[in-house]
Nanobody, 116 residues
Framework: QRQLVESGGGLAQSGGSLRLSCAAS????????VGWFRQAPGKGREGVSC????????VYADSVKDRWMISRDTAKNTVYLQMNSLKPEDTAVYYC?????????WGQGTQVTVSS
């Protein structure tokens, strides 16, 4: 059974850091790309970052570029999102996503709240 489980969310102060984890099961992050999305209250879900399986190259939304970094540990089958210099506008539920063999998989989400 393919599954994604996020962890690492919580409360942080503006300027602080958090690291989110996305543990995958039922497929390997070595062969399938995983991305991070977020959904703030009253807003639609937006893409934050994703990592390529071929060369670990990453893409970031303009709003988080130069502040956050996505990485993966194939031995742990986990993708991480290191979030630095957090801002109140980063407050949202964060989800990881994978597209595996024509199907989309989402985690349950983890709440990130940044206080000013």
């Amino acid at each position: 059974q393919r599954q994604l489980v996020e962890s690492g969310g919580g409360l942080a102060q503006s300027g602080g850091s958090l690291r989110l984890s996305c543990a995958a099961s039922g497929f390997s992050v070595e062969y399938y790309g995983v991305g991070w999305f977020r959904q703030a209250p009253g807003k639609g879900r937006e893409g934050v970052s994703c990592i390529a399986v071929t060369d670990d190259s990453a893409v970031y939304a303009d709003s988080v570029k130069d502040r956050w970094m996505i990485s993966r540990d194939t031995a742990k089958n986990t993708v991480y999102l290191q979030m630095n210099s957090l801002k109140p506008e980063d407050t949202a539920v964060y989800y990881c996503h994978a597209h595996v063999q024509l199907q989309d998989y989402w985690g349950q989400g983890t709440q990130v709240t940044v206080s000013s």
